[in-house]
């Protein structure tokens, strides 16, 4: 059998859960998939093209200090989310894949993103990435999206 995905809430509440490694095959993380999990650490490879939104939210991954750079949650070479206070979105250099609703933190209905750089590094933007960002005004992406 080939894993492909993970679907929505799959993992969700699985509080003994700390460590996850997914195959090569891995395409797809669903919705809340590991969501209110003990989830502590994970590895992503190279072929995730697609993250849900929540999928690690309320985890220890997501409370953790370390994954946080300027307001933003990475967990390896993906952008999870971003606070909403985040005026200025600054993509660090090798992230592959935004999330889907990754301006979306929950209990946050406007972001207050208004400027977007995307390094040549990205190549997905998840779908509502940046939807009900009412004050972005600039996105500055690459030739390869």
Not at 8 to 27: I, W, Y
Not at 45 to 50: A, D, F, H, L, R
Request: a negative charge; proline letters at 4%; charged letters at 20%.
């Amino acid at each position: 059998m080939t894993f492909k995905a993970i679907y929505s809430s799959t993992f969700r509440g699985a509080e003994d859960l700390e460590k996850v490694t997914l195959p090569n095959t891995m395409t797809d993380i669903g919705n809340s998939a590991f969501e209110n999990s003990g989830l502590q650490s994970i590895t992503i490879p190279g072929s995730v093209t697609y993250i849900g939104e929540r999928a690690f939210y309320d985890t220890p991954l997501y409370d953790k200090s370390s994954n946080w750079y300027d307001g933003v949650l990475y967990i390896g070479n993906y952008l999870i989310t971003v606070k909403g206070d985040v005026k200025q979105l600054i993509v660090k250099e090798g992230t592959r894949l935004l999330a889907e609703k990754a301006s979306h933190l929950p209990g946050v209905a406007y972001p207050d993103i208004e400027y977007v750089y995307l390094p040549n590094t990205v190549e997905y933007i998840g779908t509502h990435a940046f939807s009900s960002c009412k004050n972005l005004e600039t996105v500055v992406m690459s030739n390869k999206l």
